[in-house]
């Protein structure tokens, strides 16, 4: 039986050379390495690659129309499945979206909490990366090791929020509640102990010669052409542009702290593994300094008609009551304009953008996620190199498929 | 590079690898061997929920539909109906409460904001996570799996103080 090949898209073109040595492979959608259900459609001659072609969507829910149908404090639940390494992120970037529209105040107290959390959160989710992206290339033991250390970090998530992987801790004007007891004295517990678990990462892998002979001089992205990208966050400062929001566009206070924006000049999977490494003490220097701070105070914006009232005040005060019902049931109004907030992410930039029409829902909710955009430099940086070397490099972008597809 | 270098080098990053490994032997194991061991739950832990009763056994719910608004995944289904017996004779505190409370896990995400929206403390998060079921169905859960006076709650978690180290002090639920 002959099937007919003359509608089919290209890159299922059927090549009918017998001397022609170029084989296209699927990598992908179960691979292990592409971290998600991402499909990459290989070129190769011999061992080495001519052309990558990413195919992304199979995880894709629909989020961004989700969020027309939700109430604004209903969509930050939402946002914590896009990036679900770094959930709390992806709340910052939503919820200070919406208190621009809004134009609230946040109180200070809450704005220290978010940047510790925020940070530790950052740290939880390089840990991952650092985990998967050396099992990919072969040392297992870190993965062990790195999860462990996550698992604290995600204690104290858990602990401060009662959710692990989807906290929703971030809510409009402020936080969910405040910080239980004793949590400062957890955070020190962790701040005394990583650097110790950071260097022993440092001596399994830093100093481990496989590991620089798979990262070195692999996955080459220049400075310039990472720009044209459009690529950020630790993969851009990996080609040594030092583009860090937290700097150049502070957000929550983070003009307040002192920390550096690690660079590194190799352009190479190597570079970018340095700076994921640095970035993780400089995170400890802001989580110690943010932990400092925490000073008592209010944890949410006084804002009656956006913020649930005081649970207590709720039950006594005829007016919070109402409020209560009023925000419950039918969400707030949020004045109608257009809104774009970007923070960094562990990822890279993390922007959302949301048009408001009045009303308590929002009319188009659009994500800038890191993920995606990193993705797309991928192609530009496995041409020309080794089979075994795309699961390096794709480890190296450090990228989260929920919230390619989204 | 000469070979002998190469293997010296190679056998020296192998040697340090392999002494971290070796530290950790005698050290403290952070796994915890679930099932055989409970695992530890924060206070704030949002697991399967739990109606709550008063002092006299009565549902505290007054089916005033505030969580099932609240719920971003629309997954709280409840009947109203009124009771008109004498109050301590009522199914619940109020003369009105929810004759059908229905939440449907399969559609859950475990956001806590039908116990943020309750304004009469009915409806909390217990600790019970093992919610995995053969049939789809199952996952229907009614009054009779949630009420706290029904609901069998698992061994395999104990909640930890919250004012106190993740895993040297635990609290009885
Ligand atoms: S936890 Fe969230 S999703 Fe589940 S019933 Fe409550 S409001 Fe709905
Ligand atoms: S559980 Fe609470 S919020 Fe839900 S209907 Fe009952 S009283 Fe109202």
Redesign the pocket.
């Known amino acids: 039986m002959s099937v007919s090949t003359t509608n089919l898209p290209p890159q299922f073109e059927v090549v009918d050379r017998p001397l022609d040595t170029q084989m296209t492979i699927s990598m992908g959608p179960q691979h292990p390495s592409t971290h998600g259900v991402l499909r990459l459609e290989l070129v190769l001659d011999g061992e080495m690659i001519v052309k990558c072609t990413p195919d992304i969507g199979y995880l894709h829910t629909g989020m961004e129309k989700l969020f027309e149908y939700k109430k604004y404090q209903q969509g930050i639940v939402i946002t914590d499945r896009m990036d679900y390494l770094n959930p709390l992120g992806n709340n910052l970037a939503y919820v200070m979206a919406v208190e621009k529209l809004l134009g609230l105040e946040i109180p200070e107290r809450a704005q220290t909490i978010r940047v510790l959390m925020c940070e530790m959160q950052r740290i939880a989710s390089h840990l991952v990366w650092l985990g998967t992206h050396a099992l990919d290339i072969g040392a297992m033991t870190v993965f062990f090791y790195c999860f462990r250390e996550r698992e604290k970090i995600l204690n104290m998530i858990e602990a401060a929020s009662g959710g692990r992987l989807t906290p929703s801790y971030f809510r409009i004007g402020g936080l969910m509640m405040d910080l239980p007891a004793g949590f400062e004295r957890r955070v020190k517990q962790f701040t005394d102990n990583f650097p110790a678990a950071l260097d022993e990462f440092h001596t399994l892998l830093s100093g481990n010669r496989i590991f620089q002979n798979r990262t070195k001089g692999v996955g080459i992205i220049s400075a310039e052409d990472a720009i044209d990208w459009g690529i950020t966050g630790p993969s851009l400062r990996g080609s040594g542009v030092a583009l860090d929001i937290r700097r150049s566009n502070p957000y929550s206070g983070y003009e307040n702290y002192d920390f550096d924006i690690p660079i590194e000049h190799g352009c190479d999977v190597w570079a970018r593994y340095m700076v994921r490494m640095r970035e993780m003490a400089e995170s400890l220097k802001i989580v110690k300094q943010a932990a400092s701070r925490l000073a008592p105070g209010p944890v949410k914006a006084d804002a009656p008609k956006v913020v649930l009232p005081d649970r207590e005040a709720m039950k006594t005060h005829m007016d919070a009551l109402i409020h209560h019902f009023l925000i419950v049931a039918e969400g707030f109004n949020v004045p109608a304009g257009e809104v774009y907030h970007a923070i960094e992410g562990s990822k890279g930039e993390l922007g959302v953008y949301i048009r408001s029409e009045g009303g308590a829902k929002p009319s188009r909710v659009h994500v800038r996620g890191p993920s995606f955009v990193n993705l797309s430099a991928l192609p530009h940086m496995v041409n020309g190199e080794m089979v075994a070397d795309v699961v390096a490099i794709i480890g190296s972008i450090d990228i989260v498929l929920g919230e390619i597809d989204r | 590079m000469s070979i002998i270098s190469d293997i010296v080098e190679s056998t020296k990053s192998i040697i340090k690898g392999m002494s971290v490994t070796f530290s950790y032997i005698p050290k403290a194991k952070w796994t915890v061997q679930y099932p055989e061991e409970p695992v530890t739950l924060q206070p704030r832990y949002r697991g399967q929920h739990l109606?709550h009763v008063d002092e006299l056994g009565r549902e505290?719910?007054?089916?005033?539909?505030?969580?099932?608004a609240a719920c971003p995944s629309d997954c709280?289904y409840?009947v109203a109906a009124d009771d008109p017996r004498a109050p301590e004779e009522r199914t619940g505190v109020d003369e009105r409460y929810?004759e059908v409370?229905n939440i449907d896990y399969g559609r859950c995400i475990f956001c806590g904001y039908?116990v943020e929206?309750?304004?009469?403390d009915?409806?909390t998060h217990g600790y019970n996570f093992e919610l995995s079921v053969y049939n789809r169905a199952d996952l229907l859960k009614t009054k009779d799996d949630l009420l706290i006076t029904k609901q069998k709650q698992s061994p395999n978690y104990r909640v930890a103080f919250s004012d106190e180290d993740v895993d040297s002090e635990y609290k009885e639920v």
Do not use: E, R, S
Not at chain 2, 60 to 68: F, G, S, T
Not at chain 2, 117 to 120: E, F, G, V
């Open positions: 109606l505290k719910c007054v089916a005033c539909y505030l969580c099932a709280i409840i929810a409370y039908c929206a309750c304004p009469k009915a409806i």
